[in-house]
Nanobody, 121 residues
Framework: QVQLVESGGGLVQPGGSLRVSCAAS????????MGWYRQAPGKQRELVAI???????SYHDSVKGRFTISSDNVKNTVYLQMDSLKPEDTAVYYC???????????????WGQGTQVTVSS
C-alpha cells in the first residue's frame, strides 16, 4: 500500500504565506515525480506545481514567482511554500505522486486526501 498524507492547510489573510506538506509512505521503490494540484468550488482541478526526482520544477503561470515547490527525497516528502497569497488561491490542495512500488514494474499515480487553503480577510 501507498499513502500520501497532506498537512499544513488553513486560513490566511491576503498577502500572507502558508506551507503545505505531503508525505508518501508504504511499500515504495521509487518516486519519479510529485506535485500539487488544486480545485476551487465549481472549477476543475488544475496543476499548481510539480517536481521531478532530479529536482526539475514546473509551475502554473498564475503562481510563478509566488509559490515554490521543493522535496526531500529521503523523507519522500514534497512541500509547497505559498507566498503573497490571493483570494483566488483558495481551494482544496491535493498532492499527487508517480510511484513505483516494490515488486512492481510500472509506476502509478497516487493522490492525497486534500487540504483546504482559504485566503480571506
Amino acid at each position: 500500500q501507498v499513502q500520501l498524507v497532506e498537512s499544513g492547510g488553513g486560513l490566511v489573510q491576503p498577502g500572507g504565506s502558508l506551507r503545505v506538506s505531503c508525505a508518501a509512505s508504504g511499500t515504495i521503490s521509487s518516486i519519479y515525480l510529485m506535485g500539487w494540484y488544486r480545485q476551487a468550488p465549481g472549477k476543475q482541478r488544475e496543476l499548481v506545481a510539480i517536481i521531478t526526482n532530479s529536482g526539475r520544477t514546473s509551475y502554473h503561470d498564475s503562481v510563478k514567482g509566488r509559490f515554490t515547490i521543493s522535496s526531500d527525497n529521503v523523507k519522500n516528502t514534497v512541500y509547497l511554500q505559498m507566498d503573497s497569497l490571493k483570494p483566488e488561491d483558495t481551494a482544496v490542495y491535493y498532492c499527487k505522486a508517480d510511484i513505483k512500488r516494490r515488486g512492481q514494474i510500472n509506476a502509478y499515480d497516487y493522490w492525497g486526501q486534500g487540504t483546504q487553503v482559504t485566503v480571506s480577510s
